[in-house]
């Protein structure tokens, strides 16, 4: 992604970082409370995306960002007047768990130890609150290893990389197992 931004990849961490601080404060403005949430989902979508549109697409990257994030806040938009429409009502209830999902966790927690402790640790901590203590949570972590919230970012963006590949391993060697079982 970094490469999509800059080819100096100093250039493209600060390039980031002014993208990331731009769709925060638009989302601010927009008297979103979850500013950081939204940006982290923006994030996480382009991410994911960067390699198909990175070699067809003509512009300013940073407007992409942009389009992802009114996207992004628009679906929260969504949920949050759902929930002010219906504040006495539960929402809808969970599906029930599927043997599909119970592999995916198993494979999550089978990667999760494959991780050195440190990642680990970071990983779990870096998801584990809601809302400002979130927010708070991952300023500590950086400060704690005495970086920048942006290059903890990109640290843990790479450590989802590593799981997400270990993931879709381990769910094709258990789909292998079990067709062998089956078959």
């Known amino acids: 992604m970094l490469e999509w931004l800059d080819p100096d990849r100093e250039r493209a961490g600060e390039r980031f970082e002014e993208i990331r601080s731009r769709v925060t404060k638009i ?3 927009r008297q979103c409370y ?3 949430e939204l940006w982290d989902v923006t994030g996480n979508r382009v991410c994911h ?3 198909e549109i990175a070699r067809t697409y003509v512009g300013d ?3 992409y960002f942009y389009g992802v994030a009114r996207l992004v806040h628009l679906e929260w938009l969504k949920d949050e007047k759902w929930k002010r429409e219906r504040p006495e009502a539960e929402p809808p209830p969970r599906p029930e768990p599927n043997k599909e999902l119970e592999r995916i966790h198993a494979c999550l927690d089978k990667c999760l130890q494959e991780l050195d402790q440190e990642d680990r640790e970071l990983i779990l901590k870096y998801y584990e609150k809601e809302k400002r203590a979130k927010i708070d949570q991952r ?5 704690e290893r005495g970086i920048t919230l942006n290059t903890l970012r990109m640290k843990v963006h790479r450590i989802n990389a590593i799981l997400e590949k270990c993931i879709v391993a381990c769910l094709d060697e258990s789909s292998e197992a079990s067709h062998v079982l089956a078959g």
């Open 61 to 63: 990257p940073a407007l």
């Open 139 to 143: 300023k500590e972590l950086a400060d």
């Open 49 to 51: 995306r960067v390699e």
């Open 27 to 29: 989302l601010v403005r």
């Open 34 to 36: 979850e500013a950081e």
